[in-house]
Each structure stands twice: as structure tokens, then as C-alpha cells.
């Protein structure tokens, strides 16, 4: 049974930093190209950014890119993904997904953990 946990997520004032993490178990995470969403209240799920099989290559949206940074540990089933210079729109719930292909949809997602960042 795969899972993905994530963790790390709170209140937060605007500038600052939080670091999300997501354990996965159940699969071989070297094979999963992984990837990071993000739902805001009454808005749809967002796609924040992912990273390749080996953590060379990562993709982010516009709106975060230079202040959220993805990175993975293949020896801890672990992605990671490390945010600064929050906002109040960043404010959502954050979700890692996994899957075996480079494209298409996750196979597999986390139950999610809530950031809040206070003006």
C-alpha cells in the first residue's frame, strides 16, 4: 500500500519560511517522478512544482518560482520542498503526489498538510 505523508506545514507571517517534507512509503521511490500542489480555500488544486527521478531537474509555476525550491532524498523516500519570502496567497493546503511516468496524472497523493501565512 503506498502512502505519502506530509508534514511541516503551520502558521506562518508573511516573509517567512517553511519547510514541507513528504515520507513516502510503499513503492520505490526512485522510480516516481514526484510533484507538489496546492489547494487555497474555494479555488481549485494548483500545481506547484515537481522534480525528476533523481532530483536533477525541477519544474516550478510562475508565482513561486525564485522563493520555493523541491528537492528529494532517494535514501529516505523523502521530497522536500522548501519555501521563502511568504505570502498571504500562498495560504493553502499543500499536497505531494507521486508518479511512474515523466507526464500524464499522479498516481498517488497525500493526504495533505495546511500552510497559512498572515499578512
Known amino acids: 500500500q503506498v502512502q505519502l505523508v506530509e508534514s511541516g506545514g503551520g502558521l506562518v507571517q508573511a516573509g517567512g519560511s517553511l519547510r514541507l517534507s513528504c515520507v513516502a512509503s510503499?513503492?520505490?521511490?526512485?522510480?516516481?517522478?514526484m510533484g507538489w500542489f496546492r489547494q487555497a480555500p474555494g479555488k481549485e488544486r494548483e500545481f506547484v512544482g515537481n522534480?525528476?527521478?533523481?532530483?536533477?531537474?525541477?519544474y516550478y509555476v510562475e508565482s513561486v518560482k525564485g522563493r520555493f525550491t523541491i528537492s528529494r532524498d532517494n535514501a529516505k523516500n523523502t521530497v522536500s520542498l522548501q519555501m521563502k519570502s511568504l505570502k498571504p496567497e500562498d495560504t493553502a493546503v499543500y499536497y505531494c503526489?507521486?508518479?511512474?511516468?515523466?507526464?500524464?496524472?499522479?498516481?498517488?497523493w497525500g493526504q495533505g498538510t495546511q500552510v497559512t501565512v498572515s499578512s
Open positions: 510503499g513503492l520505490t521511490f526512485s522510480d516516481y517522478f
Open positions: 503526489a507521486a508518479r511512474r511516468s515523466a507526464s500524464g496524472s499522479y498516481d498517488h
Open positions: 522534480i525528476d527521478y533523481r532530483g536533477r531537474i525541477t
